[in-house]
């Protein structure tokens, strides 16, 4: 095998950690995915930076925690200054490129402040969170009385749809993501009882088919060194699936949910306001998951079917030789768990996902199938790919811009755990009507999130009490322990090491570590002697231009 000179990098929107069967899913078999796991690294504690899909993917496109880069809820532009890894990579020569998903919002205001065009080069590319466009898919488009959620929302996508005879204003919709009775009413997949039909489409004209297709389209015309960032919408709702994968499974494979009456009753003010949410609601009743959940699986079965369509091609291209693949996912999913639907929360239904990186290189033959435990974060994605790109050298010298750290020395067997001892998820949910439910202002509705491998703390803004969960001895996290006196001590180990994150240096990106250890002495060499009370009292080099000079008398008597 040879170095890896391209990056294929793959994102499921909405991927639950835990409903892959090489992460232990009784029932759901997904043995092509399991496979890269196989050739590569399973990581087993990947943590998000946000559970809402465009924080937590602008995260994971920076390299920087959601308090830094700013764009902290669903249409919340990226600012224009926020760096990317697509300008990182493409500094040492990689090219960087988008086949999906990213739900990243132009900082149109920014752009025009600077004079940015949209329709430049640098203009489409600060517009496109640093991505070239091969083909952008969002992958949601919802009409509604006020209009559509997103005028571009699967653009291309319904054209192809039309053009394959799927009529109508809106084929996304009306075929892709509902059924059909036998009276030929469409029946909207954004209707939960209808996730038991088969969606009205062609199972190959489905999203996750045709993104697959323009994944490897972008492949067999690329100009290497390329990074490709193939970013899928399912198995984010409306969850709805077509033939054959809408009745593959049944209520006798849905999994009981991890909740408890105790956990409902004494939780915690602002959990609870989620739990009594409309979606917590609707996936707290059974008829819902018996509904929901079949149709979830079957979208990732048919996922991991696409996989499969993907690896055996790059196998026969010998891309397999030199392209590192990394699978991973945005977010969880709730699915009534801890009585919540949805992803808005921070236990590990929605904040741990799965992480799989296959790496070709001789170097990382000693990790194949290797399961790790180490604390990693998705912002370690960006470091790890700029290693790639350029080295450790490159990576050490963008220190001061990304927060994560490579994760090649782990691949590599030179390294068993990241250099960190906590992990850090931000909610900021000010946009949401959860916000009015609890009476708070922008400032107050926010979250933080600070675990290691024993204990998780939350921390809700405004709200004395803390969350916290013993991972070790209450895996499924059901009790809280905010309250005990008895952990008083954790609690305030676990603050130190949030507050210990709050203080780091985020917004210190213009100027290197490097740069600033050459800027403590820089200034003296260049006449600047503030203090000096004597000549004689420093080196001659530092004062030679004011010594020994004579000048005219202009002082007027």
């Known amino acids: 095998m040879a170095k890896a000179k391209n990056i294929l990098f793959i994102m499921f929107d909405q991927l639950r950690w835990d409903y892959l069967s090489c992460y232990g899913h009784p029932h759901l078999h997904t043995p092509n995915i399991d496979r890269l796991a196989q050739k590569g690294v399973r990581f087993n504690r990947a943590t998000i930076q946000s559970p ?46 988008l086949v999906g998903k990213t739900h990243m919002r132009a900082d149109v205001e920014g752009m025009a402040r600077l004079g940015l065009e949209p329709d430049s080069l640098i203009g489409a590319r600060v517009a496109e969170c640093g991505f070239d466009l091969f083909e952008r898919d969002d992958g949601l488009n919802p009409i509604g009385y006020d209009g559509p959620y997103d005028p571009d929302g699967a653009k291309n996508y319904n054209a192809y749809l039309k053009a394959k005879g799927y009529e109508g204003g809106n084929p996304w ?32 004209d489905s999203e996750t088919p045709y993104m ?41 494979q849905i999994l009981p949910p991890n909740r408890s ?35 979830y699986m ?18 026969e291209q010998g891309r397999m030789d030199d392209t590192m693949i990394v699978i991973t996912s945005d977010h969880g999913d709730f699915l009534g768990d801890h009585w919540m639907g949805e992803k808005m929360f921070f236990h ?56 994560g750290e490579t994760l090649l020395p782990i691949l590599h067997g030179k390294a068993v755990e990241t250099s960190r001892d906590y992990v850090i998820c931000e909610y900021d949910y000010s946009a949401s009507p959860m916000a009015d439910k609890l009476g708070q202002g922008p400032r107050d509705a926010v979250m933080f999130m600070v675990a290691d491998k024993q204990w998780k703390l939350i921390h809700c803004e405004g709200f004395e009490q ?46 290197s570590e490097a740069q600033l250890v050459e800027m403590r002495t820089k200034s003296r060499g260049r006449g600047v002697v503030i203090g000096v009370y004597d000549e004689n009292d ?20």
Request: charged fraction near 25%; hydrophobic fraction near 35%.
């Open 173 to 204: 919709h009306d075929f892709a993501n509902s059924g059909l009775d036998d009276a030929g009413n469409v029946l909207s997949g954004w209707f939960l009882k209808n996730s038991r039909e088969a969606a009205n489409i062609a199972e190959e």
């Open 348 to 403: 590990d239904a929605s904040v741990k996902v799965p992480m799989i990186i296959y790496d070709p290189s001789p170097e990382a033959d000693c990790t194949r199938g290797m399961v790790s435990d180490a604390l990693v974060e998705c912002i370690d994605l960006a470091p790890t790919f700029v290693d790639v790109a350029g080295g450790e050298e490159a990576t050490h010298s963008l220190g001061h811009i990304l927060e």
């Open 52 to 97: 809402i899909c465009g924080s937590s993917r602008m995260s994971t496109y920076t390299g920087r925690y959601v308090h830094s880069h700013g764009a902290s809820w669903n249409g919340i532009p990226l600012k224009v200054g926020e760096q990317t890894m697509g300008d990182h990579l493409r500094k040492l020569g990689m090219d960087c490129w």
């Open 212 to 252: 697959t297709r323009r994944g490897m389209e972008f492949i067999a015309q690329a100009k290497e060194p390329w990074c490709c960032h193939l970013s899928y919408i399912k198995p984010h709702w409306p969850y709805i699936v077509p033939h054959p994968y809408h009745d593959m499974y049944g209520a006798n």
């Open 466 to 511: 803390p969350i916290l969960f013993d991972l070790e001895n209450d895996p499924d996290e059901l009790c809280d322990l905010g309250e005990s006196h008895a952990h008083e001590d954790i609690i305030r180990k676990m603050y130190d090491k949030l507050f210990r994150w709050a203080r780091r240096n985020s917004q210190r990106t213009t100027r």
């Open 538 to 557: 420093v080196p001659l080099e530092l004062t030679t231009n004011y010594r020994g000079l004579k000048a005219d008398d202009k002082r007027k008597n």
């Open 298 to 315: 079957g979208l990732i079965k048919q996922c991991d079917d696409q996989m499969g369509v993907l690896f055996n091609w790059l196998e």
């Open 261 to 295: 009456k105790a956990e409902y009753e004494n939780a915690h003010l602002v959990l609870r306001a989620f739990m009594d949410g409309p979606v917590g609601k609707a996936f707290s009743q059974e008829h819902v998951r018996q509904a929901v959940i079949p149709a």
